[in-house]
């Protein structure tokens, strides 16, 4: 797929990069890039398979602008492997969940760039993009111990990360939720913490203008009426440790 525009008019743009992995061993990852008066911020850039792609990709839609931040949901390899390689190749800072800063050096991380890696604290935080603010949203267990999903209140889009993610499928924005669940339904079974989460993440959001919802994996939500349903399956899912007891028994040998 080309690059999609989510949002553009004039001054503030926000693209989806093409999807570099398709096709490949690893697990289908977006990447989406923010522009604001031509500066930019690429959310979960990826890992070393897509690292030039990406980062040519993002130059040609900055257009000479200049890349200010790098925002890093959590701390898994297909959001933050090939690292060094953007704070090597860019002036742009990383930011990550202050659990997490000690952890991404094991990736391979040179030490005349360690200072440009920066913390996001528990309660999340709001960035300064051109003017145009951008707010790290605390999500906490969803999947990650130290997770983040990042609002944009001029396109009104909330990026996700790992909450809303499909596995499996070959289109790019949702059109019938319920058939859609079949793509959803197992890995946030698995990988989401605890109902008790989902709906202190549902009431948070609740609060907010969404128009789109665009995971990490797979589809967005294009509206804000499928935005309210996913949300609303979110705040009613039984997940995590609400479903893993019986799966604690000692093998059979």
């Given at each position: 797929m080309a690059n999609t525009v989510l949002y553009d008019d004039g001054v503030h743009k926000n693209i989806l990069l093409e999807d570099f992995s398709a096709g490949g061993l690893a697990v289908q990852a977006n990447q989406h890039l923010i522009i604001h008066d031509r500066v930019g911020m690429i959310l979960d850039p990826g890992g070393h398979k897509v690292y030039a792609k990406v980062l040519a990709e993002t130059f040609s839609e900055l257009s000479g602008g200049r890349l200010k931040y790098l925002f890093l949901s959590h701390q898994d390899p297909d959001i933050v492997a090939a690292i060094n390689g953007w704070l090597m190749t860019t002036d742009a800072d990383a930011y990550i969940s202050s659990l997490w800063t000690r952890f991404v050096p094991h990736f391979g991380f040179d030490h005349i760039v360690a200072d440009r890696l920066k913390p996001i604290p528990d309660e999340g935080m709001v960035f300064d993009l051109a003017g145009a603010k951008l707010y790290a949203l605390p999500a906490h267990f969803l999947h990650s111990e130290g997770n983040f999903q990042l609002y944009d209140p001029i396109s009104k889009i909330?990026?996700?990360?790992?909450?809303?993610a499909s596995i499996g499928i070959d289109y790019m924005v949702v059109r019938?939720?319920?058939?859609?669940l079949h793509y959803m339904e197992g890995f946030h079974r698995r990988y989401m913490a605890a109902n008790r989460v989902m709906k202190a993440w549902a009431d948070m959001v609740r609060q907010l203008d969404i128009e789109i919802i665009a995971p990490q994996h797979g589809a967005l939500f294009p509206d804000p009426a499928m935005c309210r349903q996913f949300i609303d399956w979110c705040a009613r899912l039984e997940c995590g440790v609400d479903l893993i007891t019986p799966t604690f028994k000692i093998p059979v040998g």
């Open positions: 909330l990026y996700s990360g790992d909450l809303g019938d939720f319920k058939a859609h």
